[in-house]
């Protein structure tokens, strides 16, 4: 959590910096600040609250703003609640060291009494406060310079870490270090200007050359120099090639919507496009996925396939589920990464495991990942961010390429998951014999379709701005899908509480009478999922139920349907299509519905209260 920007050279740092901070707002932003140096004094900034917050400060003091080195900081709280002291910059008792930090010191208790009885005295409750005052420690008693300070310090902590640091002694470097959270580091002509940051969105629009750092490694970044790069615990010199980055400035920003989450809503159609472009290839009759190809026989020969993942990944991964073990006949397991990790799950060398990660650097599905590995099972990746943390750590993985995703509410990253799952299913039922070419040729040419299905789909705007207007006041909802609609339920359900705080349930449609039935009178809305492939007289049944006990109705049906409408209270069509693509379809209606009861509540929609972006601590 938190995000990191940061400049040095020759423009002034501020605006790089503060705008920077903005586009990192969705890895935390319960309070922020900046550091600006101007060759002769540092001036902090600080504050609880958003960096609109803080630049109401830096507003009134133009001091405040000048500088050619910064480094910024918003915060999502881990040690010491936020306020205008917990948040970082955070300087050594010196006053010369700056840090800016992105992760938990584990250890910081017992390196915080050490350095107390050293005669350090601390401002805030936080870990990385102990952490610069370290590094100025070790400068001191080493008598060495801030990089190799840096790294001594580093040798000496448990937890994880991405951290810019600045020298008021040295004003033309800054040195970075990462340990489980990202480091890009963005690199201007002729080395004479250089950027940090925890992805390359901050710097997009200076430059196109980026270096990430991996773990256990630091970078001293000197104006006028080749970064170098170094390992923490040996020191030892690393080589790391210049990517080229792909991003544009158009695809991080609202680009004429209000909010992000709409934006990404209506991305959808074009990143499936985009998922499924070069691997789904109907012409020739295949689906061409390296990932897949070139590990094929560990994939068609699996005992097993474990899925683990968090929040709308791991309801991406449970539709996985469905489509795996009904296309390959493979038994599936669909896990939290956070349970997996902690509860010594059987493993062998003969499951393979798929992790997926829109942001991929969740700290629990990487720790999952990495027990896996250690067992002998393959990885899989499906990660949205390319050259993310899970992406490199697993064996072999695909993209989903939906473009970065902002909103902290996950809409195009579900959807495009979902797409590389059936992928990955469709040319395994291929390539394993469970399908014959007639079916796998027809589902082809019917997940070719999805992206226009979307795109009509999206014309229901206005009727479903209409449902959100009857059921905003709700105080709880009840969302019931079945097969492979169950997890389009929980989706739902996360979606609505994530944004608008209502609380929401989301449950397999027939578990319904060992429960939560109880809840239901004429103040419970429930968003039934109800197409005409999926159990449908079934659902149909518990619609019934549903209105016996005055429960409000709002299904979600497929087109032409004419019995659903005559029970329910509103109906919202989605156009026809094969019943395991319906959660690319099914899904689009909540998410309209959350994002406009979450506006009409006045609610945060891309930035809801105590979220991040990615969840890069336990
Ligand atoms: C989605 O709306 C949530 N913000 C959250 O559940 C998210 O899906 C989860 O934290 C996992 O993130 P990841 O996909 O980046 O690993």
Known sequence: MCGIAG???????????????KRLEYRGYDSSGVMLYDGKEIQLSKTKGKVSDLEVITNKEEERKKGRIGIGHTRWATHGVPNDINSHPHVSQSGDLVIVHNGIIENYDSLKKELISRGYVFQSDTDTEVLINLIEEVKKTEKCKLGKAVQLALTSVIGAYAIAVFDKTKPNELVVARLGSPIAIGIGKENKEF????????????????????DEE??????????????????????????????????????????????????????????????????????????????????????????IACGTSWHAGLVGEY???????????????????????????????????????????????KLAKSKGAFVFGVCNVVGSSIARETHAGAYTHAGPEIGVASTKAFTTQITVLSLIALKLAKEKGTFSESRFQNY???????????????????????????????KNCLYL????NFPVALEGALKLKEISYIHAEGYPAAEMKHGPIALIDENMPIFVIATSKGHYE??????????????????IVTEGDTQVKEIADHVIEIPETEEAFTPLLTTIPFQLLSYHIAVMLDKNVDQPRNLAKSVTVE
């Open 538 to 555: 079934k659902v149909v049944s518990n619609i019934q139920e549903i209105k016996s006990r005055s429960g409000k109705i709002i299904a």
């Open 481 to 484: 899908g079945r097969g492979f």
């Open 218 to 307: 630091m970078a001293i970044i000197k104006l006028g120099k080749k970064i170098q790069v170094r390992k923490i615990q040996n020191d030892a010199l690393v080589n790391h090639n210049v990517l080229e980055l792909q991003m544009s400035l158009e695809q991080i920003e609202k680009g004429g919507y209000d909010h992000f989450m709409i934006k990404e809503i209506h991305e959808q159609p074009k990143a499936i496009i985009d998922t499924y472009r070069g691997r789904m290839l109907p012409d020739q009759g295949m689906i061409k996925m390296s990932g897949i190809d070139d590990h094929l026989s560990k994939f068609l020969h699996a005992d097993r396939i474990i899925i």
């Open 7 to 21: 400049y040095i050279g020759y423009r002034e740092a501020y605006p790089i910096v503060i705008n920077g901070l």
């Open 444 to 474: 082809l040419r019917t997940l070719e379709l999805i992206p226009n299905q979307i795109e009509q789909l999206l014309n229901i705007d206005a009727t479903v701005k209409e449902i959100a207007a009857v059921y905003k006041d709700a």
């Open 195 to 214: 950027f940090v940051a925890s992805d390359a969105s901050p710097f997009i629009e200076y430059t196109k050359e980026a270096i990430y750092i991996e």
């Open 323 to 369: 489509l795996l073990e009904e296309f390959v006949r493979i038994p599936v397991e669909v896990e939290y990464a956070s349970e997996f990790r902690y509860r010594n799950p059987v493993i062998t060398s003969k499951d393979i495991v798929i992790a997926i990660s829109q942001s991929g650097e969740t700290a629990d599905t990487l720790a999952a990942i």
